[in-house]
């Protein structure tokens, strides 16, 4: 079996969660005698970088270079790693569950004609199959699959897979890529958002809030101590519906769904749609004045109190420990 | 302009899930169906594209008779009509097939735009507009909050992790479309009822040329999976200062996220 993983680059750097998909091939080519390889696209990437794969056990990198991949295309990075997968006899392919993952691979999946099987949360090799456990209904269930010979284009929800150091010789190969005369949209810009706050799903610390914090204004608090812990600052559907916190916040079914190590639900009554998007994270914490609101229901450390008389001795508390 | 925009029955987000007969099948509590949350923003948009340059709004859905009361409300939203692909076969398609199904009857479509939701909730598969787009080999744009359309020139802004991404494309392409884009319109009791009386096309399989040979790989189902339980809870009591300074302990000493 051989199986490619995408390594996402940008702003000249690769994304952690390239590293945590690829530690999984690793172990999948492994246990079926088969081979991982890394897939790097673009003309920016250097020798050096291509060769970071090997923290993680593999043993082949490759680089995809042609002119018309300097800027971020989806169709045409999709064409240029589907022609790539079959000219060099691939079965299968993974993503990091990243944005720019998840633009990419179902698009791959059409090209490559294989199979797409979506923000995976466990790998395993059952029998000589590669079988996927993958979120239903925003995380109440769950989905057990496999694909008919190992065939699959899949991506992996970022956070949940660890990176598992194995350093081995890596080599790395420039390949000019064939692209077939796709129609693309092109990404011509950014715009950074106005928080300095990392986004929900991509911090590893996240704190949220909900109708309990009673207006927009309050929210500056959260941040403050998201900010503190280098982490993002959430929000139930109820707050961002009212208005106060803005949509790229919101946590739950119609949001994001997270799981960070830690999770702190701030007047989040628990409504079954937010905790289908958070009951996932490591270590939940809810601070609520109703003791029977339901998210005390998947939090491991709860405290029945006033939120407005919890969060800043918390934001202190934090404070005093990073010192 | 002739907007297609692809939607789906779900049930409704308050559904609750639990897993039965061993893993064989998913019981509902909650009998909900509804227009998927995000296709309601893909259908706003083509409406107010349709009101800006004219032309017509298509509702398309894969689904049985029940989806066509999706397909009804998105026409009674304002749409003009609707396609319904509706067989056996089509049951329990995976994406790619799902979109391989959708791009068959398109490829007999004239349309100058796709809409679609960012996902459909329920299979959370964030894939088959995107795979449409590709087999269609039109440009696409997903997550998308911001459109503009002049000429053939369409510019978007997509929802990524930060930030907005800003994306150019030319006519015809496929949008999913993120919520922020617009904020979906009721539909008026007059849209209600003249929905009514809008066409729905149903074609299956045979009429679409097309035979379970069309389908390749297949993802084979194992079992449903209740979600990991998670393990007691802990209630932090006393003073509230006191509770914190606990809390704080626990989370960096016990549970080692600090």
Known sequence: ?323 | MRIITLVKHVRDTETRVKVAENGAKLEFIGENWVLNPYDEFAVEEGLRLKEKFGGEVVALSVGDEESSKSLRQAMAMGADSAILLSDPLFNDLDPLSTARVIAEQLKKESFDLILCGKHGVGDDNQAVGSIVGALLNIPVATVVVNLEIQGSDVKAKREIEGGLEVLEMGLPCLISCQKGLNEPRYPSLKGIMSAKKKEIRTINASVLGIDEKFFSKRIKFITFLEPPPRPKGKLIKGEPRDAVKELVKLLSEEAKVL
């Open chain 1, 1 to 323: 079996m051989k199986i490619l993983t995408y390594f996402e680059v940008k702003d000249g750097e690769i994304k952690k969660a390239s590293f945590e998909t690829a530690s999984k091939a690793a172990e999948i080519a492994e246990k079926l005698n088969g081979e991982a390889c890394a897939l790097f696209v673009g003309e920016n990437i250097s020798e050096e970088m291509a060769k970071s794969p090997s923290r993680v056990n593999i043993k082949k990198s490759y680089i995809l270079k042609n002119e018309s991949l300097k800027t971020f295309s989806n169709s045409i990075y999709a064409s240029a790693i589907s022609n790539f997968a079959k000219e060099r006899e691939f079965d299968a392919i993974l993503f990091p569950a990243t944005s720019t993952g998840k633009d990419l691979a179902p698009i791959v999946s059409a090209y490559f004609d294989v199979p797409y099987i979506s923000d995976v949360i466990k790998v395993d090799v059952e029998n000589g199959d590669v079988t996927f456990v993958k979120p239903i209904f925003s995380g109440k269930a769950m989905k057990k699959i496999s694909v008919e010979e190992n065939c699959f284009v899949a991506s992996l929800r970022v956070n949940v897979f660890p990176v598992i150091e194995k350093h081995c010789e890596t080599l790395v190969e420039s390949v000019e890529a064939k692209l077939d005369d796709v129609k693309s949209s092109k990404v011509t810009g950014y715009e950074k958002g106005s928080s300095e706050l990392l986004d929900v799903a991509e911090a590893d610390i996240i704190i949220s809030g909900g109708r309990g914090m009673k207006g927009p204004e309050n929210f500056e608090m959260l941040a403050e101590v998201a900010k503190l812990f280098g982490g993002a600052m959430g929000a139930s559907r109820a707050a961002v519906d009212a208005g106060w916190v803005p949509h790229s916040h919101q946590v739950g079914q119609t949001g994001k769904v997270v799981s960070p190590s830690l999770y702190i639900a701030c007047g989040i009554s628990g409504a079954i749609q937010h905790l289908a998007g958070m009951s996932s994270s490591k270590v939940i914490v809810a601070i609520n004045k109703d003791k029977d609101a339901p998210i005390f229901n998947v939090a491991t450390y709860g405290i029945v109190g006033d939120l407005f008389e919890i969060v800043p001795l918390l934001k202190e508390e934090i404070k005093s420990l990073k010192g």
